[in-house]
């Protein structure tokens, strides 16, 4: 009779590329992303210390002038120093985009929350609110908001909020639909948890990792909308320091390319920061999606 040949076992245990979170385009991604949201943050805040001007003195006798030793970035058709209304003006976008971002993130989600945990005749009707406001191109509304309202960065705020909530809300619904059939969550109704308690506690913090990404990739977005507002004059008023504004000062300009040129490389620059760092987020929250 044969006998039985022992399995053979490997002695070391071998886990596949993906789980173990090597480095890679991900991470260079996500490095990228918060080296340059960093700088444009630290430059934000720091403003005042690093700016060599004021940005809103004027100096006629100045205007115009070309980039060179004493005006890094030249200087606009009133002689403010360009270099300094660009640092300032991180102080008006970066803030201004953070703070809408996060709340149209929360009130989306919030709701999105409740129509997917509610179900029934309560997601129909935010559902149906949803649909009417992804109906209307985003920047047409904001356009159609801030006018109604009056130009100034308050109602700019409010518009771009208005228009942004309603993505995360269908969002957060998927997420909720689907995290809700989970075994954790049934077992946790069976035992009699609340339904606030459920939401809280079980879903939302499986949920929120797609909302996050959602969010950093948006402040790019609101940050484009916030200067395409002040672009078309129903944004910042003049003479603040904002990058639509400086650009559309400068779009009559062509022989004076860096009235207009050095804003929109701020623009530019902080957008792909904000792009890179959720490519980065999302690889880094979902291993699944992790790439060499």
């Given at each position: 009779?044969?006998?039985?040949?022992?399995?053979?076992?490997?002695?070391?245990?071998?886990?596949?590329?993906?789980?173990?979170?090597?480095?890679?385009?991900?991470?260079?991604?996500?490095?990228?992303g918060?080296?340059v949201?960093?700088?444009?943050?630290?430059?934000?805040?720091?403003?005042?210390?690093?700016?060599?001007?004021?940005?809103?003195?004027?100096d006629?006798?100045?205007?115009?002038?070309?980039?060179?030793?004493?005006?890094?970035?030249?200087?606009?058709?009133?002689?403010?120093?360009?270099?300094?209304?660009?640092?300032?003006?991180?102080?008006?976008?970066?803030?201004?985009?953070?703070?809408?971002?996060?709340?149209?993130?929360?009130?989306?989600?919030?709701?999105?929350?409740?129509?997917?945990?509610?179900?029934?005749?309560?997601?129909?009707?935010?559902m149906?609110?949803?649909?009417?406001?992804?109906?209307?191109?985003?920047?047409?509304?904001?356009?159609?908001?801030?006018?109604?309202?009056?130009?100034?960065?308050?109602?700019?705020?409010?518009?771009?909020?208005?228009?942004?909530?309603?993505?995360?809300?269908?969002?957060?619904?998927?997420?909720?639909l689907?995290?809700?059939?989970?075994?954790?969550?049934?077992?946790?109704?069976?035992?009699?948890?609340p339904?606030?308690?459920?939401?809280?506690t079980?879903?939302?913090?499986?949920?929120?990792?797609?909302?996050?990404?959602?969010?950093?990739?948006?402040?790019?977005?609101?940050?484009?909308?916030?200067?395409?507002?002040?672009?078309?004059?129903?944004?910042?008023?003049?003479?603040?320091?904002?990058?639509?504004?400086?650009?559309?000062?400068?779009q009559s300009?062509?022989?004076?390319?860096?009235?207009?040129?050095?804003?929109?490389?701020?623009?530019?620059?902080?957008v792909?920061?904000?792009?890179?760092?959720?490519?980065?987020?999302?690889?880094?929250?979902?291993?699944?999606?992790?790439?060499?």
């Amino acid at each position: 009779m044969p006998t039985a040949q022992p399995i053979a076992r490997p002695s070391v245990l071998t886990v596949p590329r993906e789980a173990t979170g090597s480095p890679g385009r991900a991470n260079i991604a996500l490095i990228v992303g918060v080296v340059v949201v960093g700088a444009w943050v630290f430059v934000a805040a720091f403003a005042p210390w690093l700016a060599p001007h004021s940005p809103t003195d004027l100096d006629v006798m100045n205007r115009l002038e070309s980039p060179g030793s004493t005006h890094l970035f030249g200087t606009d058709e009133a002689g403010r120093d360009n270099f300094s209304r660009v640092l300032y003006g991180a102080r008006i976008t970066v803030p201004l985009a953070f703070t809408v971002i996060l709340l149209a993130s929360l009130f989306g989600a919030g709701v999105g929350a409740v129509a997917g945990y509610v179900g029934g005749r309560v997601d129909e009707v935010l559902m149906r609110v949803v649909d009417i406001v992804l109906a209307f191109p985003p920047i047409v509304l904001a356009m159609a908001i801030t006018a109604a309202l009056g130009a100034g960065l308050r109602n700019a705020m409010l518009a771009i909020l208005l228009v942004s909530w309603p993505e995360f809300s269908r969002l957060m619904r998927g997420q909720v639909l689907a995290i809700k059939e989970n075994d954790y969550v049934i077992a946790a109704r069976a035992l009699g948890a609340p339904g606030f308690r459920v939401v809280l506690t079980h879903i939302l913090p499986n949920a929120f990792p797609p909302i996050v990404v959602k969010g950093s990739l948006d402040v790019g977005n609101a940050i484009i909308f916030t200067a395409a507002l002040s672009f078309i004059g129903l944004g910042a008023v003049p003479p603040a320091p904002e990058w639509g504004a400086m650009i559309a000062a400068g779009q009559s300009k062509f022989e004076y390319w860096w009235v207009a040129t050095f804003p929109g490389l701020a623009i530019l620059s902080i957008v792909l920061g904000f792009n890179f760092l959720g490519d980065g987020l999302q690889d880094w929250l979902n291993p699944r999606l992790r790439r060499d």
